[in-house]
T-cell receptor, first 110, second 116 residues
Framework: QQQVKQSPQSLIVQKGGISIINCAYE??????FPWYQQFPGKGPALLIA?????SEKKEGRFTISFNKSAKQFSLHIMDSQPGDSATYFC?????????FGTGTSLTVIP | NAGVMQNPRHLVRRRGQEARLRCSPM?????VYWYRQLPEEGLKFMVY????????ESGMPKERFSAEFPKEGPSILRIQQVVRGDSAAYFC??????????????FGDGTRLSIL
């Protein structure tokens, strides 16, 4: 059973556009929600993370929006660039394990 | 490079052989996690270790798979009598404390295991 559901599976965005990736969960014990960026042949790298007591967190062009009541959180990439082309994973932690979404392959077209 | 180091980066084995994957955590990190990643899939938790202790192995198959993190040296993920279905990328992550709250995990670049 997939603990964290991620969509879309793939996304194509024009340079300068906004990329939006969504994740949903059921387990209310989750209390930490990171996003990872992975390039081909590399390991996932932490991008940005949020805790459920905050509804939004912004770091540069990357923003996490968190809706605790809906049990959903999303990653917004503003002014998307070709260098942002990668696979993005959301994750959730229950104090013990991390549970990962299935990933979104983002392609930013110049 | 002070990051998580995994070796080998690529490993080819024939069915029935043994595969040994190594992971050296970041300096100062005493917690190691192993994940498996199949194409088009996310990371699946396998095992969580501290020095000389297995804390959680709930994601690791009961047969053929074992993991250790000795007092000295890297963590080892060992797969005995490999089968084609073991082909995947195996990632190791480390953290200074248990991976919770604001203690993110730092990943290595993985070992790509191919079974002929």
């Amino acid at each position: 059973q997939q603990q964290v559901k991620q969509s879309p599976q793939s996304l194509i965005v024009q340079k300068g556009g906004i990329s939006i990736i969504n994740c949903a969960y059921e387990n209310t014990a989750f209390d930490y929600f990171p996003w990872y960026q992975q390039f081909p042949g590399k390991g996932p790298a932490l991008l940005i993370a949020i805790r459920p007591d905050v509804s939004e967190k912004k770091e540069g062009r990357f923003t996490i929006s968190f809706n605790k009541s809906a049990k959903q959180f999303s990653l917004h990439i503003m002014d998307s660039q070709p260098g942002d082309s990668a696979t993005y994973f959301c994750a959730a932690n229950d104090g013990n394990q991390f549970y990962f979404g299935t990933g979104t392959s983002l392609t930013v077209i110049p | 490079n002070a990051g998580v180091m995994q070796n080998p980066r690529h490993l080819v084995r024939r069915r029935g052989q043994e595969a040994r994957l190594r992971c050296s955590p970041m300096k100062g990190h005493s917690h190691v996690y192993w994940y498996r990643q199949l194409p088009e899939e996310g990371l699946k938790f396998m095992v969580y270790l501290q020095k000389e202790n297995i804390i959680d192995e709930s994601g690791m198959p009961k047969e053929r798979f074992s993991a250790e993190f000795p007092k000295e040296g890297p963590s080892i993920l060992r797969i005995q009598q490999v089968v084609r279905g073991d082909s995947a990328a195996y990632f190791c992550a480390s953290s200074p404390q248990q991976g919770m709250g604001n203690q993110p995990q730092h990943f290595g670049d993985g070992t790509r295991l191919s079974i002929l």
